[in-house]
């Protein structure tokens, strides 16, 4: 069956360390999000990604970055790790902007 | 500046009751609403999902309600079971041009107790 997955499951790092979190999709989606979650603020989508080559800056992109260069994958970048980065991230894809979007089961980063 | 609102962090209500979630939106541009269900340890799976062309729409025990003009949309759950304990999320988008990304809501924990 097609699925999204991400890895690792949890990470614990520490400050000014460069993470990246893998978000794979065997959907053959164009489409791909990242978001985190925190409590309080729901979900705040990071980056986002219209199909290979395309990256978009989402309402909370400052200290993150994606690369898309393929279509199954869509890494997230933390440059330099901050405590105010510690969060679930979840990725998503769709098949169309249209379609909704079906959400992997989240990567716990803890920034120390 | 929240667009999408969802004021009640939690709700408890008994098995075999309604549960009605609610949801505000500021954006008048928004024309199409997703309910989300969240369970812990996993990712949001879709629910529901609705057109701004529409005042309802109704899935098996769910029912989603738009009122355009009070920007406010709820969610129905009849009967409520215990499985359904989980957090929910509104979301809501702007169809057509270049963007489509979901503004999300803050997420309400339903409780149903057996």
């Known amino acids: 069956d097609a699925e999204i997955t991400q890895s690792p499951r949890h990470k614990i790092t520490e400050t000014g360390r460069q993470v990246t979190l893998a978000c794979h999709q065997t959907?053959?989606?164009?489409?791909m999000f990242w978001y985190r979650q925190d409590l309080g603020h729901g979900l705040r989508l990071i980056h986002y990604s219209y199909g290979v080559q395309d990256t978009n800056k989402g309402e909370v992109s400052d200290g993150y970055s994606v690369s898309r260069s393929n279509t199954e994958d869509l890494p997230l970048t933390l440059e330099s790790a901050a405590s105010s980065q510690t969060s679930v991230y979840f990725c998503a894809s769709s098949e169309t902007p249209y379609n909704e979007q079906f959400f992997g089961p989240g990567t716990r980063l803890t920034v120390l | 500046d929240q667009q999408v609102k969802q004021n009640s962090p939690s709700l408890s209500v008994q098995e075999g009751r309604i549960s009605i979630l609610n949801c505000d939106y500021t954006n008048s541009m928004f024309d199409y609403f997703l309910w989300y269900k969240k369970y812990p340890a996993e990712g949001p799976t879709f629910l529901i999902s609705i057109s701004s062309i529409k005042d309802k729409n109704e899935d098996g025990r769910f029912t989603v309600f738009l009122n355009k003009s009070a920007k406010h949309l709820s969610l129905h759950i009849v009967p409520s079971q215990p499985g359904d304990s989980a957090v929910y999320f509104c979301a809501a988008r702007v169809s057509g041009g270049s963007n489509y990304k979901l503004t999300f809501g803050k997420g309400t924990l339903l409780t149903v107790n057996p």
């Open positions: 959907w053959n989606h164009n489409n």
